[in-house]
Structures are given as structure tokens and as C-alpha cells.
């Protein structure tokens, strides 16, 4: 099966002067004619001298002319990471905050409560492949998620890959693993510091041996197709690292085809480089080894695919569809093309293509568009179509057969967010999660042709969620769109506008928000504290129409949604701004920053992850030439005022009183560059006289963090703990 699942990497992935108590206008000022940046404008004549001791930072009178106007950027000059001076107060600013953070009150208590929830024992959900089953599982005392296997899905337990045992330090992590159809081979990737960058290796399953051949560099996205016979995958290379400049890497991305003993230096060519490096480009091979896929992503909005008989005389790429405006996403089952596409329906339907006769007049609609909820992934399970929904939120799924009629709707435990079924277009055997706040992870062991279902493993944590509630809410934006959030808090709260709140958002690449477990949220709702989840437009949340209202040139609905649901907080009575934390990272971690910037008297403190916050310079650093078909391009004309009305670090103002700041960094970040990060965090620096602004710096951690337990345990505490701090 060539899978379907709708691609929501979380890769990523969000202004004016706040003008008073009131909404920021429409369309914030662009920069004047003239030399002054918008940063030297001031609210107040008066500015308070910082709390801490900051590291210097010296300001240059650095100015980018773009499109005939100037752009300030006094940190330019860190920009560099390599150099001496760079270094030095990188590693001054990390010291400086880890010193204060450690002293803060009630932080070692906030960590010892933390390990007691994350050293537990947590398992994924399992593959079954050539009468194996494997799964990760990470066992209460280790750091990391170890990969398993048994023959049969009872047999003894055996250990196929252990991280925990690859570098004394933790730095070396697991990332893609792909098993042959016989269960015989497994292709994984081994990442440094948990960056994207990635080497690929592979193992013979029942002896544990790892080939001294077979390994493969520039396998940041590759993801192992395997051909039946498990003599060789399909994979997408990258040139190596420091061969080519970084943002234009994707462009030179190539598909190949590896043949397993033989030098992957040698690997066929399959599928030529686009040369474009807003696209991803992959490949995969049908469970009969017939149909070979090719996908070009045009960042979250737009593919184009191709496909080969591999069976032909002549093997060449034919067009399946290219050139539209929508996603398809293509599953292949016994010779059949299975759909999923936004083509004329922004909730999502399923098309059906005879793989012998695809022209566009053969293709055939099997599962219409629903009107009333978001059609989120397919997969192909024992030759049915396993759909997941979203309605307000809240999963459902459905089976249904390959013509497109309802078998069963699967009955979930309550409203949260279950996973399409994972399981072999053969095997009538099949696996899928669920879980919602207040829900511990439960995944379920399901017959696809009579529906019995079992637990097949449950997540248990030392905490008793049913002292808790989730509570669903709607805010009103400024255009008059209704918003959804969640609220989390003790039972029996009382609304008197004092609780300590965090609010997360993220609001971009389709990546929609449902109700998850994380064990992580309940020291802060211990705490006394409140948590809040908005679904912003950006995400998948209500379908493609959804997400296009929140990119591009409509970014600001998504600050505008995150303003609205603080607003109905206080409204209600939850909180008011003075205990109001904001949170995101990445595309989030851009959030963060608009909000400190356009709203900062909406909120006293502002929890920044690994955030874009310079985007007039994005697209020059890691990943962020992928990235310019959801934000735009300042090189573009058209793009530039809007990027520039809400870049944050181009709207930091000298004597503003902003959120007291903590920004996390990565060292290893080859995804978000670390520059956003160092720069803003001087800007504030030197501008602010509100709160102290703190950079603290993850060591051999990469965008999503270190992979490590104790890691995540340390920065969740310094997080609490310093909002703690200020809002209570």
C-alpha cells in the first residue's frame, strides 16, 4: 500500500505596535522613507533599567533596503553561529537564564513531579510484517523509545533497535524505521543531537546484524519503501550537509531506488531533482510492487503526482494529476487508486482511479464530501478504506468498502482524537489509538470484516484525570469567525479571574489541535493553573478552507483568533491579563511572538519554543525556503508588507512594558535556525521594561527537542516555574 494519510509534519511552524488597551489596526505601518526602524519608536519616554545583568549585545546600524524601502536589523551580526563572539554570548545567555530559572520557587518540586509522570512505561502502535509484530515501547527507567519484535503477535519479546545504547550521552536518536514486507530487514535513520539530519542504515531483523554496506547518507527525509521481495527500497536523498547551501537542499532532493548489498553511491536515479526548493519530493511502492508513486509538495497546499508500472516494457512517469490547485493524496490497492483530495471539496472526499485507465473522465467519486465535518486521513486495511473524521474537533472514523459503502462507524470512548486504522491491505487484523485530555492513551486491536475489538495496550500515569474537566468554548475573532478552544482546570473551579492560565496556539500547516493526552499538563493544572488550547485558523481543523484563512496573506486572522479567545477568558471570568501565559513554539513560537508584540498587555508572561520571528530572512536559514508557500517571501513584492506588518522582531519598541520572556532555544536546530531566537532575545533585551527576557539554549537537541526524558522534564519545569513566578 502506497499510503494516503494526509502529511501534517509538524515540521514548523506565526504586527504592529499594540496601540493601548484597544485592537491593533488593520494594516500596521510599513517602514517610512526614512533610516528610522520601527524598533526605535517608543511607547514611553521613561524606561526602567533591566532586572538582570544581560549579557552585551552590541546594536549595529544595519539597513536592508527591500523594494525601495528600509528594514533595520541591528543583530545581524548573530546571525552566525560559528563565530567566536556568537558562541560566547550564546553560551553567557544560557548560563545567565538556567541560573536564575534554577532558583525560582516551587521549580525542583514542579521537576520531581514530572519524572513521576514521564517515567512510565509508554507503547506505540504496532506493525505486523511477515509474521512479526513490532512496536516501540520505552520502558519506565530509559530515555528513549526502544523498537521490539516477536514472531507471531504473542511470541517472546525481542529487542530490534535501542537508542538508550547508542552514545553515552543520549545524543544519538532514532528516527524513521521501515520493515520489510517478510518482517525480515528493517531500514532506519540515526540522527545526531535529534536534528533532522539523518544516515541511513540497515539490519537483518533475526540476527541483529547491521550491514557495513548498506548505509546511506542524506537521508534527512527519507522514508524506505520497500519492494516486496525485500531486496531493496525506495528512498529520497538529499546532498549531504555543507554541499549545497541549506534552504536550497530540497530542491536538489532526488528519489532513488537502493538495492540492498550494493554501494548506495551507485543508487539508481528514479525520479530527477525539481529544482525548486519550496517542494517535497518522495516516492513509495505498492504492497504488490507494481505501482510506484511520486509526490511533489508544493508546501501544505498543493501536490502533484506521477506514478510508473514498474510491470511495463517502458518504465516512465505518466501524470496522474499536476498542475491544480489542491492536495491528493494517493493509497494503491490491488490496482486501484484511492484519493483523498480537497479538489472542489475543502473537507476533504475520496476518488477512485482504475490504475490501467487514469485519465481524469475514468476517475470516480466513492466517498462524497461531508458538509458537516473534515475528512482527515485514509488507509487501506484489508482491502477497506479506513476514514477518520473531524467534527468540531473530536474524531470519528469510519470503515467502509472499496466502492465506498459504510461498513461500521467504530465506537470511541468519547470525543477525542483516534487514529485511522493501521494495519495490511491483506491482513484483516488492524490497530488504532485513542485519546483526549483527560484519556490515557488506549490503543485497540480491531477485525476489520466483523468488527471485534480488544485493548490491546493502555497508557497508565500516577494521575487521576477524572479530577479534572475539558471543556469545549467558542470566542468570536474580529472578522466575526467563531473560534473553538478547550479549557482544562480542577473540577469545581471558581471563575473569579485569578487563575494562573496558560494558552497554547499554533495556528498554521494543517496541523489541527485535537484533544490529546499529555501527562505533561497536569503539573500545571495541579498547580491550581488553567489550561487552554486554541484551534486557530492555519490548521486543519474545518477543512483546506480553514487552513487557507490563516496562511499567506491572511496570517493575521491567526493572530486575531489567538487575541479572541484571551479576550473571552477574560470575558467569562478564567483569568484576566495578569495571570495569562502565552505559549507556542515553532510556527507557535511565532504566535508568541506576534502577540508579545501586537497585544503585549494582553499577557504577563510569553513562553517562546523555537520560534521564526525574523521573517524577513526566514527563507536564507534551514528549512525555510519549504516553508514559503504557506507565509510568502519578502524577496517577493507582494508578500513583503504583509510579512513585514507582523514580523516581531521588526516591532519591538523601545519602553514597552512586554510579557516577562522566556525563549528556548536548540543548539542542533537545523530546521527553525537559532538566530530567531538570539536576535529577538536581544531586541527585548535591550527594549523592554517589562520582565526579564531569557534565551535559554537545549544542548544536542534538535527542533523537537533532545529526546530524552530527563531533558523534556528539566525545560518543562523551568517553563512552569517561571510562569509561575509572574502570575501568581
Not at 535556525?673 to 538570539?678: L, S
Request: proline letters at 7%; aromatic letters at 10%; charged letters at 25%.
Amino acid at each position: 500500500m502506497v499510503s494516503g494519510v494526509k502529511r501534517s509534519l509538524p515540521p514548523l511552524l506565526a504586527a504592529c505596535l499594540a496601540c493601548g488597551g484597544s485592537r491593533p489596526p488593520a494594516s500596521p505601518a510599513l517602514p517610512s522613507s526614512g533610516l528610522a526602524s520601527p524598533a526605535m519608536t517608543s511607547h514611553s519616554t521613561s524606561i526602567e533599567p533591566p532586572a538582570l545583568a544581560y549579557p552585551p549585545a552590541p546594536r549595529a546600524d544595519h539597513i536592508d533596503t527591500l523594494h525601495g524601502l528600509p528594514v533595520s536589523d541591528p543583530y545581524r551580526w548573530l546571525e552566525d553561529e560559528k563565530a567566536d563572539e556568537v558562541r560566547k554570548w550564546t553560551g553567557a545567555q544560557d548560563a545567565l537564564a538556567r541560573a536564575y530559572l534554577s532558583k525560582l520557587p516551587g521549580r525542583d518540586a514542579i521537576a520531581a513531579r514530572m519524572r513521576e509522570l514521564s517515567y512510565v512505561e509508554n507503547v506505540g502502535t504496532p506493525l505486523y510484517r511477515g509474521n512479526r509484530l513490532f512496536y516501540p515501547r520505552r520502558d519506565e527507567k530509559k530515555e528513549k523509545f526502544t523498537i521490539f519484535w516477536r514472531e507471531g503477535r504473542t511470541g517472546h519479546e525481542r529487542v530490534l533497535l535501542d537508542p538508550n545504547q547508542w552514545s553515552a550521552d543520549g545524543s544519538q536518536s532514532l528516527g524513521v524505521w521501515s520493515v520489510s514486507y517478510d518482517g525480515r530487514k528493517v531500514a532506519y535513520s540515526v540522527k545526531g543531537n535529534n536534528s533532522d539530519e539523518a544516515t541511513l542504515y540497515v539490519m537483518d531483523v533475526t540476527t541483529g546484524a547491521k550491514s557495513e554496506v548498506d548505509v546511506i547518507e542524506g537521508a534527512k527525509y527519507a522514508w524506505p519503501s520497500w519492494t516486496p521481495r525485500g531486496d531493496g527500497f525506495y528512498y529520497t536523498w538529499l546532498p549531504v550537509a555543507g554541499s549545497v547551501a541549506p534552504p536550497d537542499r530540497p530542491g536538489h532532493a532526488e528519489v532513488r531506488f537502493h538495492k540492498l548489498g550494493d554501494d548506495p553511491k551507485r543508487d539508481r536515479v528514479v525520479h530527477e531533482k525539481t529544482g525548486d526548493p519550496k517542494t517535497f519530493l518522495s516516492a513509495a511502492v505498492d504492497r504488490d510492487g507494481r505501482w510506484l508513486i511520486a509526490t511533489i509538495e508544493h508546501g501544505w497546499t498543493r501536490t502533484d503526482v506521477f506514478f510508473q508500472d514498474l510491470l511495463s516494457p517502458q518504465v516512465n512517469w505518466r501524470p496522474l494529476v499536476v498542475g491544480k490547485d489542491a492536495r491528493y493524496d494517493v493509497s494503491v490497492d490491488r490496482g486501484r487508486f484511492f484519493v483523498l483530495t480537497n479538489e472542489g471539496a475543502p473537507n476533504y472526499r475520496v476518488l477512485r482511479v482504475d490504475a490501467n485507465r487514469p485519465g481524469r473522465e475514468s476517475w470516480t467519486e466513492i466517498v462524497p464530501e461531508r458538509k458537516d465535518a473534515t475528512l482527515e486521513a485514509l488507509s487501506v486495511v484489508s482491502h477497506h478504506l479506513s476514514l477518520a473524521y473531524l467534527k468540531d474537533v473530536a474524531s470519528h472514523l469510519e470503515v467502509r468498502d472499496e466502492e465506498g459503502k459504510l461498513v461500521r462507524e467504530l465506537e470511541l470512548p468519547g470525543l477525542g482524537s483516534a487514529s485511522v486504522l493501521s494495519g495490511e491491505p491483506s491482513d484483516d487484523i488492524a490497530y488504532y489509538s485513542f485519546q483526549s485530555f483527560t484519556y490515557p492513551t488506549e490503543i485497540f486491536e480491531t477485525s476489520v470484516t466483523s468488527g471485534k475489538t480488544s485493548t490491546w495496550y493502555k497508557l497508565r500515569v500516577p494521575v487521576d484525570p477524572s479530577k479534572y474537566v475539558a471543556r469545549q468554548l467558542f470566542a468570536t475573532s474580529r472578522d466575526g469567525t467563531r473560534i473553538p478552544f478547550f479549557v482544562l482546570h480542577a473540577q469545581g473551579l471558581e471563575k473569579n479571574g485569578n487563575t494562573p492560565t496558560i494558552l497554547y496556539g499554533y495556528g498554521g500547516f494543517q496541523v489541527a489541535q485535537t484533544p490529546h493526552f499529555a501527562a505533561s499538563i497536569y503539573p500545571w493544572l495541579e498547580q491550581g493553573g488553567i489550561w487552554v488550547i486554541a484551534n486557530l485558523r492555519g490548521g486543519s481543523e474545518y477543512g483546506e478552507d480553514w487552513h487557507r484563512r490563516g496562511m499567506r496573506h491572511d496570517k493575521q486572522n491567526v493572530f486575531d483568533d489567538y487575541f479572541a479567545v484571551a479576550e473571552e477568558l477574560f470575558a467569562q471570568g478564567f483569568t484576566r491579563p495578569e495571570r495569562l501565559a502565552a505559549l507556542g513554539a515553532s510556527n507557535g513560537g511565532l504566535l508568541v511572538g506576534v502577540a508579545m508584540t501586537q497585544r503585549p498587555e494582553l499577557f504577563r508572561v510569553a513562553l517562546c519554543g523555537v520560534p521564526l520571528l525574523d521573517m524577513m530572512r526566514y527563507q536564507f536559514f534551514g528549512s525555510g525556503k519549504t516553508w514559503i508557500e504557506e507565509y510568502g517571501s519578502a524577496e517577493d513584492p507582494e508578500d513583503f508588507p504583509v510579512l513585514y506588518r507582523y514580523s516581531p522582531y521588526h516591532h519591538v519598541a523601545r519602553g514597552t512594558k512586554y510579557p516577562a520572556t522566556l525563549l528556548l532555544s536548540a543548539d542542533s536546530d537545523d530546521r527553525v535556525d537559532p538566530m530567531h531566537a538570539r536576535k529577538f532575545a536581544a531586541e527585548l533585551q535591550w527594549a523592554s521594561t517589562g520582565g526579564p527576557v531569557l534565551l535559554r539554549v537545549e544542548k544536542h537537541s534538535g527542533h523537537g527537542g533532545a529526546d530524552l526524558v530527563r531533558a523534556s522534564v528539566e525545560k518543562i519545569a523551568d517553563e512552569y516555574a517561571f510562569a509561575l513566578a509572574f502570575l501568581r
